[in-house]
């Protein structure tokens, strides 16, 4: 079975803060994939990114990086200088094989003040 | 722009009247999914078509039905709406298979739905 957990319901930043999302999977499989979705107040998921199993780089585009360690089974997503216009849910995802379902964790909802 | 559209965008049903939910694709993906979200959880997915094949989740309800005249829409049936079933329907879909197949799923802005 797939589980992906997110244990920051929510959190709560000043602009300008830097603010770091954690995500947790669990998995059974060797071959899987990794992926953060925003959801902004208007409901759309927004994709962030995906990672698959066997890429361990962090990545970095634009404000946005992401910690991936396979051996602590974390993929951890990183906000610098956060903006107002990044308030929102933020899910984690895991899926496992092509056409298979998204795992989604809980969600974090982030609320950036100015 | 390629797109997910869904439509409504908001949906008034009333309890036990049939509702139609629709999505359509211009991005010629051959997967397409949909997730119910209720408030504040997570979206569920509900079944999915992979080309013509319709794979149901197990703990889908029989009240909801699909289907996909094309590869460009699929269409959600709710046979008799309860009132557990109002929640945010999303529709996404992914290429799958073969060559550039890359499994990220970009979703709709998913349809609210509302039973009175």
């Known amino acids: 079975a797939q589980k992906v957990t997110q244990a920051q319901t929510e959190i709560s930043v000043v602009e300008k803060e830097d603010v770091t999302l954690d995500c947790v999977y669990e998995?059974?499989?060797?071959?899987?994939?990794l992926f953060w979705y925003k959801q902004p107040p208007s409901g759309e998921l927004v994709f962030l990114i995906r990672r698959n199993s066997f890429d361990e780089q962090n990545e970095i585009s634009g404000r946005y990086s992401w910690n991936f360690q396979k051996s602590t089974s974390s993929f951890n997503f990183t906000i610098t200088a956060s903006q107002v216009v990044d308030s929102a849910v933020y899910f984690c995802?895991?899926?496992?094989?092509?056409?298979?379902?998204?795992?989604f964790g809980e969600g974090t909802q982030l609320t950036v003040n100015p | 722009d390629a797109m997910v559209i869904q439509n409504p965008r908001y949906q008034v049903t009333q309890f036990g009247k049939p509702v139609t939910l629709s999505c359509s694709q211009t991005?010629?993906?051959?997967?397409m999914y949909w997730y119910q979200q209720k408030s504040s959880q997570a979206p569920k997915l509900l079944f999915h078509y992979y080309d013509k094949d319709f794979n149901n989740e197990a703990d889908t309800p029989d009240n909801f039905q699909s289907r996909r005249p094309n590869t460009s829409f699929c269409f959600l049936d709710i046979r008799s709406p309860g009132l557990g079933d109002a929640a945010m329907y999303l529709c996404?879909?992914?290429?799958?298979?073969?060559?550039?197949?890359?499994?990220?799923?970009?979703f709709g802005p998913g349809t609210r739905l509302t039973v009175l």
């Open positions: 991005l010629n993906h051959n997967v």
């Open positions: 996404a879909t992914s290429r799958e298979g073969g060559p550039g197949s890359y499994n990220e799923q970009f």
């Open positions: 998995t059974r499989d060797t071959t899987y994939y």
């Open positions: 995802a895991l899926c496992k094989t092509s056409g298979s379902r998204l795992t």
